[in-house]
């Protein structure tokens, strides 16, 4: 019975913590399945366990060894001990050591099974407080995910706006200069919009601008960034596009954009200006802007409606009613 005990006891106390404490070592190098706050559940219910086998084993060990040491007398003062009986011995003898034993371990057995049913109490209750914790990190990343879409989205068209447009328009420079991959930017003014605002309202201005969009985004690659860049002023990132494939887009957009109907009835038109890489010298992206804006502003000097390429400040004549070249 002792050799028993004294095997639960160790085990408790040592074999099971360790095994405990391997586990925990071992399972906090693994990669998170369910998310952080889930695998600190587990690791913190892990060590809760081999703490509590450590204490209760500990405890075990304390009273095997309290009771097989006898109790220490100054030898002057211990008293003789009494002369023992044939009865006596045989009482003795009788005594239900077995049962007293028994009744100790059923005792402690116990006392570690309210231990371990408050311990799986207290997991439930971390588990489920993981999974409040879990489900509220997935809000707050679908929430971050919209404010930082709508960050960089155009409220009246849904277009992207120009941080948008700035930030993709250097990541393509950067990667013109490694690979030298070309890059247009083509810049658009809808002509006559001022009238339209100021004469039919600003629902009618919102509607053109929603139009202008819509073509944009019909005539466009996947590829393109197309911006509203500021009033009516729009912007579109030409991917892997030379100037010559550039100029055929803005001059297809030209020809398109007169032939929506508009509600209010008004028939809109569009000037462009057009700037590319390799073909113009812009040592930075602010600096690509500014050459397609100088060519836009000479598509308005020479009477709008006309597409202009920076380099070659004469603006393509209107095409007549014709497709231009696809």
Known sequence: VIMRRLILALSLS????????????????LPPSEGPARDLAW??????????????????LWRLLSAGRPAETPASSAPEPPALGKSTVAAAESRPVADESK??????????????????????E??????????AYKEI?????RLKEFSFKDEVTGLYNRRFFSIRLEEEVSRYRRFNHPVSVVLLDLDG???VNDE??????????????????????????????????????????????????????????????????????????IASLPEDVA?????LIRAADEALYAAKRAGKNRVSVHGDMTPAQPSGGRSPAE
């Open 14 to 29: 040592s074999v099971i913590p360790l095994l405990v404490a391997a586990y925990t070592l071992y399972a906090s190098g």
């Open 43 to 60: 690791v913190l219910s892990a060590l809760a366990v081999g703490a509590v086998s450590a204490v209760v084993g500990g405890t075990m």
């Open 103 to 124: 009744e100790e371990v059923e005792s402690l057995m116990d006392s570690f099974s309210r231990v371990l049913s408050t311990i799986e109490e207290q997991a439930v």
């Open 126 to 135: 971390i588990n489920q407080y993981a999974l409040r914790l879990d489900s």
């Open 141 to 145: 990343e679908t929430s971050s995910a």
């Open 193 to 195: 919009f001022k009238a």
């Open 200 to 273: 039919l309202g600003h629902a009618a201005g919102d509607e053109t601008l929603r139009g202008m969009a819509e073509i944009l985004l019909k005539h466009s690659r996947g590829i393109n960034v197309i911006c509203r860049y500021g009033g009516d002023e729009f912007a579109v990132l030409l991917v892997e596009t030379s100037k010559a494939g550039a100029w055929l887009y803005a001059d297809r957009i030209r020809y398109v954009l007169p032939t929506h109907r508009f509600s209010h009835g008004r028939r809109v038109t569009a000037s462009f200006g």
């Open 283 to 287: 040592p930075s992206p602010d600096d």
